[in-house]
Every structure is written in C-alpha cells, then in structure tokens.
C-alpha cells in the first residue's frame, strides 16, 4: 500500500502547474508514494485590489500554507521561494530543486523593441522592484499595477488594457506558454533587468522534525540552487539590515 502525502499549494493555475511538475519529479524516484494535492487561498489571492507593495510583508502567499504544515494538516507545502519570508519559520525547513530561468520578460502587443514602445505607454506590472528597473530603460513609460493570474494578465493586455506586462520567465515556462497570439516577448538579462532574489526557485517547505518527508524531497533537491539560494537570500538579509539602520 502506498503512503500518502499531502502536498500544499496555492490554487492559481501556476501554483498548481508548479506543485504538478514537483509532484511528477518525486513520483519518478518514489513510486512508493501517493502524492494528495490539498489546494488552498492566501491573503494574496483574496486581496486582488490591494498593490502588493502596500498589502503587507513576505508571506501574503505563503502563510495560510506555513501554518498548515505547523498544524499536520499537510506534510510539505509548495511554493515560490521569492513568496516566502526571508526570516525561515521556526519549526520548518525548505528544500530547492533546480532553479528554472529566474529572468523577467517584457510582453507587448504591439512592436518588437522596448524602444518602439509608444511614450508614455501604460506598462501592468505587481512588483516595485520591476517599476524602478523598468523607469531606468524607459523614464516616460508608465508602470500601473496588476493583480491578475498570468492568463487574466495576458488576456488584459490582448484586450488593449495594457500595452505591455512584465512576467516572470520561469512561469511562463512552467505553464508551457506558447504565446498562441503572437505578442512580441523581450527576454531581460541580468545585465539589464535584475532579478528578484531566489525568482526562478521553488521551495518545498515542511517541518524540521519529519525526518521522512525532508529525505523524500532531498531527493530531487539541487546542490547548485541550494548554494546560490544562500548566497541571495543572505545578501538580501544584509541588504535590507542595512536599510533599516541607515
């Protein structure tokens, strides 16, 4: 008989596209096991009106999922890792797997350049970090907020709502987009458009003292993204130490 483990995520179709490609992982290396999708909202996804910026600190996504693990209402939680506080939550521990692209995309519907963008055009974007970089390419252009799942993002900017989104590149991929439109898709590079710490990473969250579940999920982890999610989130950590005492 197989055991059961219950797996959290969000219910938006990336994070059940997300926990879906984790889940197919770990069934190739332990067909003992029967993996129960358990999905659930968050702050974040109630809240559709609010900017992120001003919703509250890291965790709007990932708290309700944290708190489930805590109570063994679930055995290992899925999530995005920039989602999570920086602070690690006492009584669980993260694994990573290996990191997807972690770079932003510019999607437009109409030209092929950043450049033919027309002045002042209206840019949909739910992240402070990728207004300022997008005002250092192109100061005229105007960043607005949008709260959409990625689908309602793209379907607005079909319907004329915006003139151009900012995605991240890993959630495209995760969700085999084919661009079936034909919009015209700007890959940024680190050299012009830096990432969010840990984008492109997933976390697979559980408690420290499941010995089980942490040997099951250190089966698909990545030694390379292990490192570098260190080395990030530690900068970020004395990055934002820095801020608060100057």
């Given at each position: 008989m197989k055991k059961k483990v219950r797996v959290g995520t969000r219910n938006s179709p990336l994070a059940i596209a997300q926990t879906n490609i984790v889940v197919g992982a770990?069934?190739?290396?332990?067909?003992?096991y029967q993996f129960e999708l358990i999905l659930m909202g968050t702050l974040g996804d109630r809240d559709k009106q609010t900017p992120l910026s001003e919703l509250g600190p890291q965790g709007v996504f990932a708290d309700e999922l944290s708190s489930a693990?805590?109570?063994?209402e679930l055995d290992f939680a899925v999530h995005s890792l920039k989602d999570l506080p920086i602070k690690q939550?006492?009584?669980?521990?993260?694994v990573y797997p290996k990191r997807e692209n972690p770079f932003d995309s510019l999607i437009i519907r109409e030209g092929k350049t950043l450049e033919q963008l027309p002045v002042a055009a209206l840019i949909g974007t739910s992240s402070f970090r990728r207004e300022v970089e997008l005002?250092?390419?192109r100061p005229d252009l105007r960043p607005a907020p949008i709260r959409e799942n990625i689908d309602?993002?793209?379907e607005q900017l079909n319907q004329g709502g915006f003139a151009g989104i900012i995605l991240a590149n890993a959630g495209l991929n995760r969700l085999g987009w084919q661009n079936p439109r034909h919009f015209s898709v700007i890959n940024f590079d680190q050299h012009t458009f830096i990432p969010s710490a840990g984008q492109g990473?997933?976390?697979?969250?559980?408690?420290q003292s499941d010995h089980t579940t942490q040997t099951l999920l250190r089966n698909i982890a990545d030694g390379d993204t292990m490192t570098c999610m260190a080395v990030e989130r530690s900068f970020l950590v004395a990055y934002l130490m820095?801020?608060?005492w100057c």
């Open positions: 770990l069934t190739k290396i332990a067909p003992g693990i805590l109570a063994k939550t006492e009584g669980l521990t993260v005002l250092q390419l309602q993002r793209l990473t997933l976390a697979l969250e559980c408690r820095k801020k608060r």
